[in-house]
């Protein structure tokens, strides 16, 4: 009795999963596409290379000093000895503790990056509640989570319907810059205007010369 309420069970569980629409959104995507997001990415990324040249100065020194003191320790005694060689031992650990603090699983990096994607995180999970519900989804894929996913139809794929969203509630930069242009057409179109009848007053007084003559 038991294995045929399990049974049961599973057969509408899956009934049910099957009878809801599935669709695919691929966030990293989405992600790539927001100007505001890049920009901060690219300042990031900045950040994390300045970080790395000053570890790289750092190693570089560390292993300079280390070849000198195991060249130089066969004539060390005493305090002078145990003063290098802590030296050497000191900046060894000061390079650990700089890797793990900042490129550690829980360093700068990995913790700036979480606070650069959480807004936007927000907004793609927002514009996907959005989405979902305009187009009757009961479940939503994210492709870029290591999701394999062997074939796909397009229009399951919700990833531009999720971004156009997205980029549509954003402020326009463009905005700016479209105004001027419509400026700009207006003033040549205006000179345009004062050169033509200069042209052809020329003409009139061309043909009105020859006439005379």
């Known amino acids: 009795?038991?294995?045929?309420?399990?049974?049961?069970?599973?057969?509408?569980?899956?009934?049910?999963?099957?009878?809801?629409?599935?669709?695919?959104?691929?966030?990293?995507?989405?992600?790539?596409?927001?100007?505001?997001?890049?920009?901060?990415?690219?300042?990031?990324?900045?950040?994390?290379?300045?970080?790395?040249s000053e570890l790289q100065k750092l190693q570089a020194e560390y292993e300079r000093k280390r070849e000198a003191f195991e060249n130089e320790k066969v004539l060390l005694v005493g305090e002078q000895l145990k003063l290098r060689e802590k030296e050497v031992t000191d900046m060894e650990a000061s390079i650990r503790n700089t890797i793990g603090a900042r490129f550690g699983t829980n360093g700068e990096v990995n913790q700036l990056r979480s606070n650069l994607t959480k807004p936007y995180q927000d907004q793609i999970w927002n514009a996907i509640k959005t989405v979902s519900t305009k187009n009757s989804l009961g479940i939503v894929l994210d492709k870029s989570n290591n999701i394999s996913v062997i074939f796909l139809d397009k229009k399951y794929d919700y990833t531009e319907a999720v971004l156009n969203l997205l980029v549509k509630n954003l402020p326009k930069v463009e905005e700016t810059k479209g105004n001027v242009r419509p400026g700009g057409n207006n003033s040549r179109g205006k000179a345009g205007d004062r050169i033509k009848p200069k042209a052809s007053m020329q003409r009139g007084a061309s043909r009105e010369a020859a006439e005379a003559k």
Do not use: C
Not at 13 to 37: C, F
Not at 41 to 47: A, G
């Open 1 to 52: 009795m038991k294995k045929l309420a399990l049974i049961v069970t599973i057969l509408f569980t899956t009934t049910h999963i099957y009878a809801q629409k599935i669709g695919v959104v691929d966030t990293n995507y989405v992600l790539s596409k927001l100007p505001q997001y890049k920009e901060a990415e690219n300042r990031l990324n900045t950040q994390v290379s300045q970080w790395q």
